[in-house]
Every structure is written in structure tokens, then in C-alpha cells.
């Protein structure tokens, strides 16, 4: 069964400061993946997924990600951050044929100003 | 105007009350989900309707039933309710491939 992992629990960085967020997975074939944003009391936002072809995606909010199979792997980047990133990160993986994605535990990130 | 809306954002209840939680999207979306976040922010599918038809049902109770009258709507209803039933439980649409629109969530506390 597929299942995510972020190595994460909390993270804090000082605005302007680059960004990483870890994600690790495991499936056997080769997954969708997907990372979604969650600000505090609101639901949860798409902030970029990969299926196939480039490695490197690039999503919005000036986030990117990129997925390493050797590495399984799928690390979320952003190379300033603004003070409202702060929030919680969601790493998912997706496969099967009904659409059910699996959700990680989650990094919450804090900026300081 | 809220691609997906849930009603009602906020719920406090007694135990053992029963209570229903409604979703719609206005997306056109063919699939729909529900849930449940915890207390530590994990999220767990529940249910999942594809055009009106139960195609995922994760180990849920069964004092949890959803509904779904038509593919814009999805609804909860939860009997019995028990204290570890207090959670954040969202609605989601999807058009295929996993990119999900998450409602704001309903917050459920039972006392």
C-alpha cells in the first residue's frame, strides 16, 4: 500500500530564507504526488502535482518540487520565503483508479520576520 | 461564489446526538470526498462518490453514512456521536487525477 512520510514535524525560517520541505513515499508503481498547502482554520490548497515527464514542477506561490524515483523522493522548495507561508504543508501521494490520495502527516512552517 | 462549500463550519453537540454536515461544489466535478483531519492535523479519507455511486469506504464506523443525492452534493451524517468523533472534517471535489478542491472544513466537537 502506498503510504508518505515527512521527516519534518515543524520547521521555522526567517523570511527571506530559502525553503525545503521533505517528502519521502512509497508505492510500487510510479505514483502521482502532490503537495498542498493548508493556512490555519482554512481548508487544504494545491499548490503543484506531478504525474509524469519533467522531474522538476513548478507550482504556485513560487513553489517548486522535485521528484527523485532513486529517492523516492519529492521535495518541496522555495527559494524566498514571504512571512505568509507560514502554514501547514501537506506531501500526498496518489494511485490506484478511484483518485484516493494518501496524505503525509504534514510540516508545519513558521517564519520569522 | 465557493466552489466547494460545507455547512455548517462550526458544530458542538452532546454525545449521542445525531448530526449531518452537508457539502456542494460547483465545479462540475464528477468525484467527491470526505476527511476526516485530527487533532494532530493527520488526514484520513472516509468516504469517496463518484457521480452518485459509493466507490470508496475506508474503515469507518457505520454510525457515519454518507449521502450523495446528486454529484454536486455530498453529505455526512454521523449517529451516536462519541467524544473521538471531535475533528476537522473536510469535503473535497475532484475531476480525475488526484488535484483535489478542499471545502474550509467543519469543525465538530462533541461534549
Known amino acids: 500500500a502506498q503510504s508518505v512520510t515527512q521527516p519534518d514535524i515543524h520547521i521555522t525560517v526567517s523570511e527571506g530564507a530559502s525553503l525545503e520541505l521533505r517528502c519521502n513515499y512509497s508505492y510500487g508503481a510510479t505514483p502521482y504526488l502532490f503537495w498542498y498547502v493548508q493556512s490555519p482554520g482554512q481548508g487544504l490548497q494545491l499548490l503543484l502535482k506531478?504525474?509524469?515527464?519533467?522531474?522538476l514542477v513548478q507550482g504556485i506561490k513560487g513553489f517548486e518540487a522535485e521528484f527523485k524515483r532513486s529517492q523516492s523522493s519529492f521535495n518541496l522548495r522555495k527559494p524566498s520565503v514571504h512571512w505568509s507561508d507560514a502554514a501547514e504543508y501537506f506531501c500526498?501521494?496518489?494511485?490506484?483508479?478511484?483518485?484516493?490520495?494518501?496524505f503525509g502527516p504534514g510540516t508545519s512552517l513558521s517564519v520569522i520576520p | 461564489d465557493t466552489a466547494v462549500s460545507q455547512t455548517p463550519k462550526y458544530l458542538v453537540t452532546q454525545m449521542g446526538n445525531d448530526k449531518s454536515i452537508k457539502c456542494e461544489q460547483n465545479l462540475g466535478h464528477d468525484t467527491m470526498y470526505w476527511y476526516k483531519q485530527d487533532s494532530k492535523k493527520f488526514l484520513k479519507i472516509m468516504f469517496s462518490?463518484?457521480?452518485?455511486?459509493?466507490?470508496i469506504n475506508e474503515t469507518v464506523p457505520n454510525r457515519f453514512s454518507p449521502k450523495s443525492p446528486d454529484k454536486a452534493h455530498l453529505n455526512l451524517h454521523i449517529n451516536s456521536l462519541e467524544l473521538g468523533d471531535s475533528a476537522v472534517y473536510f469535503c473535497a471535489s475532484s475531476q480525475g487525477g488526484g488535484s483535489y478542491t478542499f471545502g474550509s472544513g467543519t469543525r465538530l466537537t462533541v461534549v
Open positions: 500526498a501521494v496518489g494511485a490506484g483508479s478511484y483518485d484516493k490520495v494518501i
Open positions: 506531478y504525474f509524469s515527464g519533467d522531474t
Open positions: 462518490y463518484n457521480n452518485k455511486e459509493l466507490i
